[in-house]
């Protein structure tokens, strides 16, 4: 079992910037692909970023391609997504999730909410 806890959200102002962060409970967390994925109101939970295991491979949305980052410290058990220049339509709930196989997700955080005001 793997506990996922993401923090770092907040209101923030068009063009603006924030880092999520999530915190891993994975004794081996280095196995897990990790992700960040968003949803919105009234809209279907979408797919933002993943990252590998060793964090040699990243994969990004093409909304946020070139605005967001994701990264981790496998010593700490933690992944990252820096956001730049956002956009009011960057608001959501944003979740970090880790599956062993690429392209499957088995655990899930309970969210963060992310407000970009125009």
């Known amino acids: 079992q793997v506990q996922l806890v993401e923090f770092g959200g907040g209101l923030v102002q068009t063009g603006g910037s924030l880092r999520l962060s999530c915190a891993a409970s994975a004794r081996t967390f280095s196995t897990y692909t990790m992700g960040w994925f968003r949803q919105a109101p009234g809209k279907e939970r979408e797919f933002v970023a993943r990252i590998s295991g060793s964090g040699g491979a990243t994969y990004y949305a093409d909304s946020v391609k070139g605005r967001f980052s994701i990264s981790r410290v496998n010593a700490k058990n933690m992944v990252y997504l820096q956001m730049n220049s956002l956009k009011p339509e960057d608001t959501a709930v944003y979740y970090c999730?880790?599956?062993?196989?690429?392209?499957?997700?088995?655990?899930w955080g309970q969210g963060t909410q992310v407000t970009v005001s125009s």
């Open positions: 999730a880790a599956g062993i196989r690429t392209g499957t997700w088995d655990y």
